[in-house]
Protein backbone atom coordinates (compact mmCIF):
# COMPACT_ATOMS: atom_id res chain seq x y z
CA UNK A 1 0.00 0.00 0.00
CA UNK A 2 2.98 2.33 1.02
CA UNK A 3 4.43 1.58 -2.03
CA UNK A 4 0.96 2.56 -4.65
CA UNK A 5 0.61 5.76 -2.63
CA UNK A 6 4.56 7.20 -3.13
CA UNK A 7 4.00 5.67 -6.58
CA UNK A 8 0.79 8.21 -7.11
CA UNK A 9 2.46 11.04 -5.07
CA UNK A 10 5.67 10.58 -7.60
CA UNK A 11 3.38 10.51 -10.51
CA UNK A 12 1.33 13.69 -9.15
CA UNK A 13 4.51 15.42 -9.22
CA UNK A 14 5.48 14.35 -12.88
CA UNK A 15 2.24 15.76 -14.06
CA UNK A 16 3.16 18.79 -13.10
CA UNK A 17 5.09 22.00 -14.45
CA UNK A 18 2.52 25.96 -13.89
CA UNK A 19 -0.46 28.31 -13.66
CA UNK A 20 -3.25 30.10 -15.10
CA UNK A 21 -1.87 33.60 -15.47
CA UNK A 22 -2.09 36.27 -18.52
CA UNK A 23 1.13 36.82 -20.90
CA UNK A 24 2.81 39.52 -18.72
CA UNK A 25 5.54 40.15 -21.79
CA UNK A 26 2.90 42.10 -24.19
CA UNK A 27 3.57 45.37 -21.87
CA UNK A 28 7.27 45.21 -23.12
CA UNK A 29 6.89 43.58 -26.47
CA UNK A 30 5.74 46.56 -28.75
CA UNK A 31 5.17 44.93 -31.94
CA UNK A 32 2.71 42.28 -30.48
CA UNK A 33 -0.60 42.65 -31.74
CA UNK A 34 -2.58 40.44 -28.78
CA UNK A 35 -1.39 42.64 -26.23
CA UNK A 36 -5.60 43.73 -25.63
CA UNK A 37 -5.63 40.15 -24.16
CA UNK A 38 -2.95 41.49 -21.45
CA UNK A 39 -5.06 45.21 -20.93
CA UNK A 40 -8.37 45.55 -23.25
CA UNK A 41 -6.99 49.53 -23.44
CA UNK A 42 -4.10 48.69 -25.18
CA UNK A 43 -4.35 49.96 -28.73
CA UNK A 44 -2.40 48.75 -31.93
CA UNK A 45 -0.91 51.33 -35.02
CA UNK A 46 -3.01 49.39 -37.39
CA UNK A 47 -5.67 46.11 -38.52
CA UNK A 48 -4.69 42.45 -38.01
CA UNK A 49 -5.68 38.69 -38.49
CA UNK A 50 -4.34 36.39 -35.99
CA UNK A 51 -3.32 33.32 -37.54
CA UNK A 52 -3.64 31.89 -34.54
CA UNK A 53 -1.81 31.88 -30.87
CA UNK A 54 -1.31 28.58 -28.66
CA UNK A 55 -0.48 28.74 -24.60
CA UNK A 56 -0.04 26.00 -22.36
CA UNK A 57 0.33 26.83 -18.54
CA UNK A 58 0.75 25.11 -15.48
CA UNK A 59 1.37 25.04 -11.90
CA UNK A 60 1.83 23.35 -8.95
CA UNK A 61 2.86 24.43 -5.22
CA UNK A 62 5.50 21.21 -4.74
CA UNK A 63 8.35 19.37 -6.26
CA UNK A 64 10.45 16.21 -6.64
CA UNK A 65 12.65 17.55 -4.47
CA UNK A 66 10.07 16.90 -1.57
CA UNK A 67 10.60 13.39 -2.44
CA UNK A 68 13.73 12.60 -3.38
CA UNK A 69 16.48 12.95 -0.67
CA UNK A 70 20.52 12.95 -1.48
CA UNK A 71 22.29 10.55 1.05
CA UNK A 72 26.02 9.37 1.17
CA UNK A 73 26.46 10.23 -2.53
CA UNK A 74 23.41 8.66 -3.76
CA UNK A 75 19.81 9.49 -4.05
CA UNK A 76 17.15 8.07 -1.72
CA UNK A 77 13.18 8.30 -1.93
CA UNK A 78 10.86 10.24 1.14
CA UNK A 79 10.50 6.67 2.28
CA UNK A 80 14.09 5.91 2.70
CA UNK A 81 14.53 5.10 6.45
CA UNK A 82 17.40 8.12 6.46
CA UNK A 83 14.56 10.78 6.14
CA UNK A 84 12.26 11.13 8.73
CA UNK A 85 9.30 11.98 8.61
CA UNK A 86 9.05 15.78 9.63
CA UNK A 87 11.92 16.49 7.12
CA UNK A 88 9.46 14.97 4.50
CA UNK A 89 6.24 15.56 5.74
CA UNK A 90 7.30 19.30 6.84
CA UNK A 91 8.41 19.88 2.89
CA UNK A 92 4.43 19.53 1.83
CA UNK A 93 1.55 21.72 2.41
CA UNK A 94 -1.37 21.08 3.76
CA UNK A 95 -3.37 20.82 0.31
CA UNK A 96 -0.81 20.03 -2.50
CA UNK A 97 -2.17 21.05 -5.99
CA UNK A 98 -1.67 21.04 -9.08
CA UNK A 99 -3.64 23.19 -12.17
CA UNK A 100 -2.93 24.41 -15.90
CA UNK A 101 -5.04 25.50 -18.73
CA UNK A 102 -4.78 25.47 -22.43
CA UNK A 103 -6.08 28.15 -24.58
CA UNK A 104 -6.13 28.22 -28.01
CA UNK A 105 -6.74 30.95 -30.72
CA UNK A 106 -9.09 30.23 -33.51
CA UNK A 107 -8.89 33.88 -34.92
CA UNK A 108 -8.58 37.24 -34.14
CA UNK A 109 -9.28 40.38 -36.02
CA UNK A 110 -8.38 44.01 -35.19
CA UNK A 111 -9.28 47.16 -36.53
CA UNK A 112 -8.86 50.91 -35.89
CA UNK A 113 -11.65 54.00 -36.13
CA UNK A 114 -10.39 57.34 -35.53
CA UNK A 115 -9.32 56.68 -31.52
CA UNK A 116 -11.28 53.52 -31.35
CA UNK A 117 -10.00 50.25 -31.66
CA UNK A 118 -12.82 47.10 -32.28
CA UNK A 119 -11.50 43.50 -31.63
CA UNK A 120 -13.47 40.34 -32.14
CA UNK A 121 -11.99 36.84 -31.51
CA UNK A 122 -12.64 32.61 -30.51
CA UNK A 123 -11.00 31.14 -28.49
CA UNK A 124 -10.89 27.30 -27.21
CA UNK A 125 -10.10 27.41 -23.50
CA UNK A 126 -9.64 24.18 -20.76
CA UNK A 127 -8.64 24.27 -17.37
CA UNK A 128 -7.92 21.66 -14.86
CA UNK A 129 -6.83 21.17 -11.44
CA UNK A 130 -6.05 18.24 -8.74
CA UNK A 131 -5.61 18.66 -4.74
CA UNK A 132 -4.16 15.93 -2.85
CA UNK A 133 -3.94 16.39 0.75
CA UNK A 134 -0.75 16.00 3.37
CA UNK A 135 -2.15 12.98 5.02
CA UNK A 136 -2.03 11.10 1.56
CA UNK A 137 1.89 11.56 1.83
CA UNK A 138 1.44 10.83 5.66
CA UNK A 139 -0.09 7.34 5.37
CA UNK A 140 3.13 6.32 2.82
CA UNK A 141 5.66 7.41 5.40
CA UNK A 142 4.19 6.55 8.87
CA UNK A 143 2.51 3.27 8.29
CA UNK A 144 -0.70 1.87 9.65
CA UNK A 145 -0.90 0.88 12.76
CA UNK A 146 -3.11 2.80 15.11
CA UNK A 147 -3.41 5.81 13.05
CA UNK A 148 -6.35 8.05 11.48
CA UNK A 149 -6.00 10.35 8.88
CA UNK A 150 -8.75 12.76 7.61
CA UNK A 151 -8.31 12.54 3.66
CA UNK A 152 -11.38 15.34 3.16
CA UNK A 153 -10.42 18.14 0.79
CA UNK A 154 -9.40 15.66 -2.60
CA UNK A 155 -10.66 16.64 -5.80
CA UNK A 156 -10.03 16.77 -9.67
CA UNK A 157 -11.21 19.36 -11.73
CA UNK A 158 -11.77 20.45 -15.61
CA UNK A 159 -13.86 22.10 -17.80
CA UNK A 160 -13.51 23.11 -21.59
CA UNK A 161 -15.80 25.92 -23.17
CA UNK A 162 -15.89 28.17 -26.51
CA UNK A 163 -15.26 31.83 -25.60
CA UNK A 164 -16.36 34.27 -28.24
CA UNK A 165 -15.45 38.03 -27.19
CA UNK A 166 -15.63 41.32 -28.53
CA UNK A 167 -13.37 44.30 -27.56
CA UNK A 168 -13.39 48.02 -27.62
CA UNK A 169 -10.68 50.54 -26.05
CA UNK A 170 -10.80 54.24 -26.58
CA UNK A 171 -7.79 56.91 -26.59
CA UNK A 172 -8.66 60.39 -25.05
CA UNK A 173 -5.25 61.62 -25.92
CA UNK A 174 -1.71 60.15 -26.11
CA UNK A 175 -1.64 59.96 -22.03
CA UNK A 176 -5.03 58.08 -21.38
CA UNK A 177 -7.08 55.38 -22.79
CA UNK A 178 -9.18 52.75 -21.33
CA UNK A 179 -10.84 49.19 -22.73
CA UNK A 180 -13.05 46.75 -22.37
CA UNK A 181 -14.15 43.13 -23.67
CA UNK A 182 -17.37 41.43 -23.20
CA UNK A 183 -16.71 37.60 -23.93
CA UNK A 184 -19.52 34.90 -23.96
CA UNK A 185 -18.63 31.25 -22.77
CA UNK A 186 -20.30 28.42 -24.16
CA UNK A 187 -19.50 25.33 -21.87
CA UNK A 188 -18.49 21.79 -23.85
CA UNK A 189 -17.33 19.41 -21.12
CA UNK A 190 -17.17 19.70 -17.16
CA UNK A 191 -16.10 17.66 -14.20
CA UNK A 192 -15.90 18.09 -10.62
CA UNK A 193 -14.94 15.49 -8.31
CA UNK A 194 -14.86 16.58 -4.64
CA UNK A 195 -14.00 14.40 -1.84
CA UNK A 196 -15.83 16.46 1.38
CA UNK A 197 -14.90 13.76 4.11
CA UNK A 198 -12.48 10.70 3.89
CA UNK A 199 -11.83 9.73 7.09
CA UNK A 200 -9.57 6.56 7.44
CA UNK A 201 -8.58 4.56 10.72
CA UNK A 202 -6.35 1.41 11.26
CA UNK A 203 -6.27 -0.54 13.83
CA UNK A 204 -3.97 -3.74 14.75
CA UNK A 205 -7.12 -5.85 13.64
CA UNK A 206 -9.44 -3.41 11.61
CA UNK A 207 -9.33 -0.78 8.76
CA UNK A 208 -12.48 1.19 8.83
CA UNK A 209 -13.04 4.08 5.78
CA UNK A 210 -15.80 6.91 6.10
CA UNK A 211 -16.41 8.63 2.90
CA UNK A 212 -18.59 10.90 1.25
CA UNK A 213 -17.68 12.42 -2.24
CA UNK A 214 -19.29 14.35 -4.84
CA UNK A 215 -19.28 13.87 -8.98
CA UNK A 216 -20.62 16.09 -11.38
CA UNK A 217 -20.07 15.27 -14.81
CA UNK A 218 -21.69 16.99 -17.83
CA UNK A 219 -21.07 15.80 -21.82
CA UNK A 220 -22.48 17.13 -24.56
CA UNK A 221 -22.34 14.25 -26.57
CA UNK A 222 -23.16 11.21 -24.37
CA UNK A 223 -25.00 10.02 -21.00
CA UNK A 224 -23.63 8.07 -18.46
CA UNK A 225 -25.54 4.81 -17.39
CA UNK A 226 -26.78 2.96 -14.28
CA UNK A 227 -26.57 -0.31 -13.19
CA UNK A 228 -30.50 -1.87 -11.30
CA UNK A 229 -28.87 -0.64 -8.32
CA UNK A 230 -28.89 3.12 -9.38
CA UNK A 231 -24.34 2.95 -9.35
CA UNK A 232 -23.18 4.51 -12.47
CA UNK A 233 -20.97 2.59 -14.78
CA UNK A 234 -18.41 5.27 -15.94
CA UNK A 235 -17.71 2.86 -18.80
CA UNK A 236 -21.30 2.34 -20.22
CA UNK A 237 -22.17 5.42 -22.13
CA UNK A 238 -25.07 5.99 -23.87
CA UNK A 239 -25.60 8.81 -27.03
CA UNK A 240 -29.55 8.19 -27.21
CA UNK A 241 -30.02 9.92 -23.51
CA UNK A 242 -26.92 12.73 -24.12
CA UNK A 243 -28.03 16.35 -22.99
CA UNK A 244 -28.09 17.74 -27.13
CA UNK A 245 -27.78 21.64 -25.42
CA UNK A 246 -24.63 23.10 -24.78
CA UNK A 247 -23.36 21.38 -21.19
CA UNK A 248 -22.67 25.64 -19.64
CA UNK A 249 -22.93 29.68 -20.86
CA UNK A 250 -21.81 32.02 -18.84
CA UNK A 251 -20.43 35.67 -19.27
CA UNK A 252 -17.38 37.39 -18.05
CA UNK A 253 -15.81 40.94 -18.60
CA UNK A 254 -11.42 42.22 -19.05
CA UNK A 255 -11.46 46.02 -17.88
CA UNK A 256 -7.91 48.08 -18.17
CA UNK A 257 -6.77 51.27 -18.27
CA UNK A 258 -3.71 52.69 -19.93
CA UNK A 259 -2.01 56.35 -18.34
CA UNK A 260 0.85 58.06 -20.04
CA UNK A 261 1.66 60.91 -17.30
CA UNK A 262 5.08 61.78 -19.35
CA UNK A 263 6.68 60.58 -22.42
CA UNK A 264 8.42 57.34 -22.21
CA UNK A 265 6.63 56.33 -19.02
CA UNK A 266 3.34 53.61 -19.18
CA UNK A 267 1.53 52.53 -16.61
CA UNK A 268 -0.87 49.76 -17.07
CA UNK A 269 -3.82 48.01 -14.76
CA UNK A 270 -6.17 45.33 -15.90
CA UNK A 271 -9.10 42.61 -14.75
CA UNK A 272 -9.50 39.95 -16.64
CA UNK A 273 -11.63 37.36 -16.79
CA UNK A 274 -14.49 38.42 -13.99
CA UNK A 275 -17.28 36.56 -14.61
CA UNK A 276 -19.03 33.15 -14.09
CA UNK A 277 -20.70 30.08 -15.55
CA UNK A 278 -23.96 28.66 -15.12
CA UNK A 279 -23.18 24.63 -15.70
CA UNK A 280 -25.82 21.58 -15.86
CA UNK A 281 -24.50 18.58 -14.48
CA UNK A 282 -26.22 15.50 -16.25
CA UNK A 283 -24.80 12.88 -15.04
CA UNK A 284 -24.49 13.68 -10.70
CA UNK A 285 -23.53 11.01 -8.21
CA UNK A 286 -22.30 10.52 -4.92
CA UNK A 287 -20.37 8.54 -2.87
CA UNK A 288 -21.24 8.16 0.86
CA UNK A 289 -20.73 4.91 3.27
CA UNK A 290 -19.02 3.77 5.66
CA UNK A 291 -16.91 -0.10 5.35
CA UNK A 292 -14.63 -1.44 7.59
CA UNK A 293 -12.89 -4.88 7.01
CA UNK A 294 -10.38 -7.05 8.41
CA UNK A 295 -7.70 -6.96 5.36
CA UNK A 296 -5.49 -10.52 5.41
CA UNK A 297 -3.78 -10.48 8.52
CA UNK A 298 -5.69 -13.50 10.01
CA UNK A 299 -4.86 -15.79 6.97
CA UNK A 300 -4.27 -19.19 8.49
CA UNK A 301 -1.40 -21.22 7.15
CA UNK A 302 -3.98 -23.76 5.50
CA UNK A 303 -6.15 -21.18 3.55
CA UNK A 304 -2.46 -19.88 2.24
CA UNK A 305 -1.72 -23.72 1.30
CA UNK A 306 -5.10 -24.28 -0.29
CA UNK A 307 -4.16 -21.16 -2.49
CA UNK A 308 -7.08 -19.22 -1.39
CA UNK A 309 -5.09 -16.01 -0.68
CA UNK A 310 -5.90 -14.40 -3.79
CA UNK A 311 -9.72 -15.09 -3.09
CA UNK A 312 -9.17 -13.27 0.49
CA UNK A 313 -7.35 -10.60 -1.46
CA UNK A 314 -10.61 -10.02 -3.79
CA UNK A 315 -12.50 -10.03 -0.79
CA UNK A 316 -10.84 -6.63 0.76
CA UNK A 317 -10.70 -4.60 -2.29
CA UNK A 318 -14.53 -5.17 -2.93
CA UNK A 319 -15.24 -4.36 0.81
CA UNK A 320 -13.18 -0.87 0.13
CA UNK A 321 -14.42 -0.12 -3.30
CA UNK A 322 -17.92 -0.52 -2.47
CA UNK A 323 -17.74 2.62 -0.07
CA UNK A 324 -16.61 3.93 -3.34
CA UNK A 325 -19.51 3.57 -5.94
CA UNK A 326 -20.99 6.34 -7.44
CA UNK A 327 -24.70 6.20 -7.41
CA UNK A 328 -26.64 8.49 -9.15
CA UNK A 329 -28.39 11.78 -7.57
CA UNK A 330 -30.37 14.19 -9.39
CA UNK A 331 -29.77 16.04 -11.91
CA UNK A 332 -27.45 19.21 -11.02
CA UNK A 333 -26.94 22.68 -11.80
CA UNK A 334 -23.93 25.11 -10.53
CA UNK A 335 -22.61 28.60 -10.62
CA UNK A 336 -19.15 28.46 -11.19
CA UNK A 337 -16.61 32.15 -10.70
CA UNK A 338 -13.81 31.96 -13.27
CA UNK A 339 -10.19 32.30 -12.12
CA UNK A 340 -9.52 35.63 -12.47
CA UNK A 341 -6.37 37.57 -12.89
CA UNK A 342 -5.31 41.43 -12.11
CA UNK A 343 -2.26 42.71 -13.93
CA UNK A 344 -0.20 45.67 -12.89
CA UNK A 345 2.57 47.01 -15.19
CA UNK A 346 4.77 50.05 -15.78
CA UNK A 347 7.18 50.58 -18.09
CA UNK A 348 10.02 53.57 -18.84
CA UNK A 349 11.82 53.73 -22.10
CA UNK A 350 15.18 55.30 -21.46
CA UNK A 351 15.18 59.03 -22.95
CA UNK A 352 19.00 58.94 -24.15
CA UNK A 353 17.43 55.48 -26.58
CA UNK A 354 14.36 54.34 -26.57
CA UNK A 355 14.55 50.91 -28.10
CA UNK A 356 15.73 49.76 -24.31
CA UNK A 357 12.64 49.96 -21.60
CA UNK A 358 12.76 49.07 -17.90
CA UNK A 359 9.52 48.03 -15.72
CA UNK A 360 7.96 45.56 -13.42
CA UNK A 361 5.00 43.61 -13.37
CA UNK A 362 2.41 42.33 -10.99
CA UNK A 363 0.08 39.42 -11.39
CA UNK A 364 -2.62 37.63 -9.15
CA UNK A 365 -4.76 34.85 -10.28
CA UNK A 366 -7.49 34.14 -7.82
CA UNK A 367 -8.20 29.67 -7.73
CA UNK A 368 -9.94 28.89 -4.83
CA UNK A 369 -7.54 27.49 -2.97
CA UNK A 370 -4.43 27.90 -5.81
CA UNK A 371 -4.60 31.66 -5.81
CA UNK A 372 -1.58 32.28 -7.06
CA UNK A 373 0.74 36.18 -6.83
CA UNK A 374 4.09 37.39 -8.34
CA UNK A 375 5.96 40.02 -9.13
CA UNK A 376 8.73 40.67 -11.75
CA UNK A 377 11.02 43.11 -12.91
CA UNK A 378 11.62 43.60 -17.01
CA UNK A 379 13.76 44.56 -19.79
CA UNK A 380 13.18 44.88 -23.04
CA UNK A 381 14.91 46.11 -26.36
CA UNK A 382 12.88 46.96 -29.47
CA UNK A 383 15.40 47.80 -31.92
CA UNK A 384 13.27 47.84 -35.33
CA UNK A 385 9.93 47.54 -36.26
CA UNK A 386 10.41 44.19 -36.85
CA UNK A 387 12.49 43.01 -34.11
CA UNK A 388 11.68 43.12 -30.10
CA UNK A 389 12.76 40.86 -27.19
CA UNK A 390 12.44 40.96 -23.66
CA UNK A 391 13.51 39.49 -20.36
CA UNK A 392 12.34 39.35 -16.74
CA UNK A 393 13.04 37.63 -13.31
CA UNK A 394 11.18 38.32 -10.20
CA UNK A 395 9.32 36.14 -7.24
CA UNK A 396 5.75 34.18 -7.01
CA UNK A 397 3.66 32.40 -4.50
CA UNK A 398 6.62 29.13 -4.97
CA UNK A 399 10.24 31.24 -5.27
CA UNK A 400 11.37 33.00 -7.99
CA UNK A 401 10.78 33.22 -11.53
CA UNK A 402 11.99 34.09 -15.21
CA UNK A 403 10.64 34.78 -18.40
CA UNK A 404 11.68 35.44 -21.93
CA UNK A 405 10.10 36.68 -24.73
CA UNK A 406 10.23 37.97 -28.83
CA UNK A 407 8.04 39.17 -31.42
CA UNK A 408 9.78 39.11 -35.46
CA UNK A 409 8.01 40.54 -38.11
CA UNK A 410 8.79 39.29 -41.88
CA UNK A 411 6.67 41.60 -44.65
CA UNK A 412 3.24 41.37 -42.77
CA UNK A 413 3.76 38.27 -40.31
CA UNK A 414 3.90 38.74 -37.25
CA UNK A 415 5.58 35.78 -34.87
CA UNK A 416 5.49 35.37 -31.30
CA UNK A 417 7.22 33.05 -28.86
CA UNK A 418 7.26 33.04 -24.88
CA UNK A 419 8.56 31.09 -22.57
CA UNK A 420 8.08 30.97 -18.08
CA UNK A 421 9.32 29.15 -15.47
CA UNK A 422 10.39 28.97 -12.17
CA UNK A 423 13.93 28.05 -10.76
CA UNK A 424 14.91 25.05 -9.59
CA UNK A 425 15.90 22.81 -12.56
CA UNK A 426 14.55 19.10 -13.04
CA UNK A 427 15.02 15.69 -12.18
CA UNK A 428 18.30 14.36 -14.71
CA UNK A 429 17.17 12.67 -17.87
CA UNK A 430 13.39 14.23 -17.30
CA UNK A 431 10.98 17.15 -16.99
CA UNK A 432 10.10 16.55 -13.84
CA UNK A 433 10.69 19.69 -11.76
CA UNK A 434 12.67 19.64 -8.17
CA UNK A 435 11.12 23.10 -7.08
CA UNK A 436 7.63 24.12 -7.01
CA UNK A 437 7.26 26.14 -10.26
CA UNK A 438 4.89 28.42 -12.55
CA UNK A 439 5.56 27.42 -16.07
CA UNK A 440 3.68 29.38 -19.39
CA UNK A 441 4.39 28.59 -23.12
CA UNK A 442 3.37 31.12 -25.71
CA UNK A 443 3.42 30.71 -29.41
CA UNK A 444 1.39 32.55 -31.89
CA UNK A 445 1.26 34.36 -35.28
CA UNK A 446 -0.56 37.56 -36.69
CA UNK A 447 -0.90 39.00 -40.25
CA UNK A 448 -1.09 43.06 -40.25
CA UNK A 449 -3.80 44.41 -42.59
Known amino acids: MKKILFALSILFVAASAAGAQSFQQALFLDGYRLGYRYNPALQNESGFLSVGQWESQLRNNIGAASFLYPRDG ?3 TALHSSVSSGEFLGSLKDDNYLCGNIDFNLFSYGWRRDNAYHTIEANVRSVYSASIPKEIFAIAKLGTAEMGYDLGGMGLAGNAIVELAYGYSYKFSDAFSVGARAKLLVGVESLRYNVSRLDMYFSEDEYTADLEADLDLTSRWSKIRTNEEGYLNLLDLSAKDRWRLPSGA ?4 DLGVVATPFEGFTLSASLLDFGGMFWYYGNAARSQGKTSFTGVKNLTLEEIQSKNIMGQFENVKDDFLGS ?6 DKRTALEFIPFNANLGIKYEM ?7 VGATGNYVSMKRMSYYE ?11 WLGVTANAGTGSHGPVWGAAANVALKRFRLTVGYCDGFG ?3 PYSDIPLKANNKMVTVGMTYDL
Open 74 to 76: EVV
Open 375 to 385: VRGALAWNPWN
Open 324 to 329: LRLKSV
Open 351 to 357: PFYKALA
Open 425 to 427: GTV
Open 250 to 253: GLSL
